[in-house]
């Protein structure tokens, strides 16, 4: 099928199946006796969207899918419901952690993990952040990979991991110091993985962001105590833990940018019919000059941050991610930014009702919030491009 012919099938499929059942989602979610257990209705939707071949659309070209920039346009239908990527298999972190496999696992490593994360098996979880150190620099992490014999011992604490209190999540890729002498502190860390149901390993507690705890996958504090696996389960071999994680999140990064976007206009739309649908003082909220006034600037904002994703994503196609990591910056510092500005505005034309679960908006404020510390802060992407625009306006 062209994009164009996967992009109508995917409206189609959000129109039918979706949308509708966006209520009915949560009501099930709720009735779980566990938050982070699994949700019917998903597992419903997830062999619907097998059945008609939209699954795995993230899939890179190389491994037999479609460009950066043609997936764009499907991350944004899937990010308008913050729930909806993971009936396509196209959630985070498990995109991201599905091309460490398939870059850089070994065959048996593969068999294990990859093919039942392709299929929506299983579920995984990527371990960096950590409560002790600023994970912002990631050669700071302090978890311990020590070798002993044929095994690895795992000591540390991660937090902020996303998917690790679903019960359906059965591998976590750990990144730690397993050489923390080296003069080079790049070549310090590596990363290793962990089955969740290893002797050890204790999911602490589930984490809030502004009070949502984004059951059913969430985001917790994990502790590795003792951890042992064998030596077998090191990914791409000692000292190579940062290249890896270079190579994982600058497509990521993209990605959550994309779902921003479609955040982004699903509360813009809303916002305008909602203006049409309320008065206030005897005249209806479109005919408002700030009313119309937010409207407008929030779809240039949207247009703008949109171009600059598509841009981006071209790039990568064009020279890959590590050749195009100026713009990946700038997509990353200026997309959650723009979503939370246009959804804060959607927010207020919705008056009281735009803060509750009423609407989509008060949940797309917090991911567009995290976003800005998630895959690096916006400080960090904001340095590391100043240092690059000033090397090259300069040299």
């Known amino acids: ?129 950590e409560p002790d150190v600023a994970s912002s620099d990631a050669t700071n992490v302090q978890t311990a990979i020590t070798r002993e014999g044929d095994e690895y011992v795992i000591n540390g604490r991660k937090w902020f991991i996303t998917n690790a209190p679903y019960e359906r999540t059965k591998i976590f890729i750990v990144m730690g110091k397993s050489d923390p002498e080296n003069h080079n502190r790049h070549l310090q860390q590596s990363q290793i993985l962990v089955p969740k149901n290893t002797p050890g390993v204790e999911v602490i507690r589930p984490l809030t962001t502004l009070g949502y705890d984004d059951a059913p996958l969430g985001h917790a504090e994990v502790v590795f105590d003792n951890v042992r696996v064998p030596e077998e389960n090191i990914l791409l071999g000692e000292g190579r833990g940062f290249e890896v994680a270079q190579g994982r999140l600058g497509p990521g990064r993209i990605h959550h940018c994309m779902r921003l976007i479609g955040s982004a206009q699903r509360a813009l739309e809303f916002a305008c019919k909602r203006s049409v649908a309320r008065e206030t003082f005897g005249r209806k909220l479109s005919e408002h000059q700030s009313v119309l006034e937010d409207i407008a600037v929030s779809f240039s904002e949207i247009e703008q941050a949109r171009l600059l994703t598509l841009k981006t994503a071209r790039r990568m196609d064009e020279v890959g991610a590590k050749d195009a990591r100026d713009l990946i910056a700038a997509s ?45 802060p916006d400080q960090v992407h904001m340095m590391a491009l100043g240092r690059q625009l000033v090397k090259r306006y300069t040299a």
């Open 332 to 376: 990353k510092i200026t997309v959650p930014l723009m979503a939370q500005r246009v959804i804060d505005r959607c927010m207020q034309i919705h008056g009281a009702g735009g803060l509750t679960g009423d609407y989509p908006m008060a949940e797309a404020f917090n991911y567009a919030r995290w976003c800005r510390q998630a895959d690096g």
């Open 1 to 129: 099928m062209s994009t164009q012919q996967i992009t109508e099938q995917l409206q189609n499929f959000m129109d039918k199946h979706i949308y509708p059942n966006e209520t009915l989602y949560h009501e099930q979610l709720n009735a779980l006796p566990d938050r982070f257990g699994t949700v019917p209705l998903m597992e419903e939707l997830k062999a619907k969207a097998k059945e008609v071949g939209l699954w795995n659309l993230w899939l890179p070209k190389e491994f037999g899918g479609m460009s950066n920039e043609d997936y764009c346009g499907l991350a944004e239908i899937m990010g308008r419901v913050l729930w909806a990527p993971e009936v396509f298999n196209c959630n985070a972190p498990d995109t991201g952690n599905m091309e460490v496999f398939l870059k850089y696992a070994t065959e048996k490593q593969k068999a294990e993990w990859l093919e039942p994360l392709l299929e929506g098996e299983i579920r995984s979880s990527y371990c960096m952040t």
